[in-house]
């Protein structure tokens, strides 16, 4: 994924004179976890910058660019890291549009590594998708594999809106899988229905769309990838869950408040009487994400996914 992903920054960079980045660390050292290696060599310090230490600051700076016709991809280092930046996001890149009745946009790309999985130091593992859903004019992206990051982060970069491109850090190596060299993108707004199966939905996105495929069981799953958590493609959704009757979604993020429950919601407002058992939801606590020695108790596994697929097909 981090090839898949330094890939797409490359094309689009050489594509679009307009499309910079800006971050920590992003230019000399080629960012934290090497996404942007190469990219200062590539197009120089005019167009990869690195940053002073603000988050609040390298949002702003993009929010500003965007409104005057750049196209910039900023880096936040961390996902625990983000929250300085809300402020700006919320009351100024999500608004720009609306404020602006049409006449600016704010074409800007706010992407980071997110969720937990490789041990790391508090602030480093967590899951916020919910806070950038919430916002009104944001679009918020997870991929999880390499070919399906590089596609939507160039839809991402060429999106009008400002974009939270979220990439799950315990992916950047985990997996190898063939992306093309040459330009595709994939569309927002759009989920993937990665193995098709008649007995249960599981609904997921990011790390645990790898969780649901190495489930064992012998039951038929349908496993959907949600792939863009905002907007939703509930078509997808609804349709699968009609089919098999049952549904299980799967978040790494705390239960309460979660993408889950939006989701559930939708698929009883929509299908209730498809349902042959109640949905089910298989999440992180409600707790912070613990540090190394606890973390593999916290996270959703294949173990807790089966055991959830048992609970429905028994109802």
């Not at 950038?132 to 990051?149: F, N, Q, R």
Request: aromatic share 6%.
């Amino acid at each position: 994924m981090v090839e898949a992903i330094n890939l797409a920054l490359k094309q689009e960079m050489k594509k679009d004179s307009k499309v910079i980045v800006l971050g920590e660390d992003v230019g000399v050292d080629g960012g934290v976890f090497r996404v942007t290696d190469s990219l200062l060599k590539l197009y120089g310090p005019e167009r990869v910058i690195d940053t002073p230490l603000s988050e609040s600051g390298i949002v702003g700076t993009s929010i500003g660019l965007a409104i005057g016709g750049m196209k910039p991809v900023a880096e936040i280092q961390f996902d625990g890291f983000t929250y300085p930046a809300l402020d700006q996001l919320i009351s100024h890149a999500s608004r720009i549009r609306n404020r602006s009745r049409g006449r600016f946009s704010c074409p800007m790309v706010f992407r980071f590594p997110c969720s937990g999985g490789i041990k790391a130091l508090e602030h480093h593992s967590e899951s916020p998708e919910t806070y950038y859903i919430h916002i009104p004019g944001l679009k918020v992206v997870m991929p999880s594999t390499p070919y399906e990051a590089k596609g939507l982060l160039v839809s991402a970069i060429r999106d009008p809106d400002p974009v939270i491109f979220m990439e799950p850090k315990r992916l950047y190596r985990a997996i190898k899988q063939e992306v093309p060299e040459k330009e595709y993108s994939i569309p927002l707004g759009k989920a993937s229905i990665r193995k098709e199966g008649s007995d249960v939905t599981l609904i997921s996105w990011g790390a645990m769309v790898r969780e649901c495929e190495k489930t064992e069981t012998n039951v038929s799953c349908e496993i959907i990838d949600l792939r863009t958590l905002k907007p939703l493609d509930m078509d997808t959704v609804i349709n699968s869950v009609k089919k098999t009757g049952r549904a299980i979604i799967v978040q790494e993020a705390p239960r309460t408040c979660g993408l889950g429950a939006e989701v559930s919601a939708r698929i009883v407002e929509k299908a209730l009487l498809d349902l042959k058992a109640p949905v089910e939801r298989v999440t992180g606590f409600d707790t912070v994400i613990p540090l190394a020695k606890l973390e593999e108790y916290y996270l959703p596994n294949p173990k807790r996914i089966k055991k959830a697929i048992e609970k429905v097909m028994s109802f």
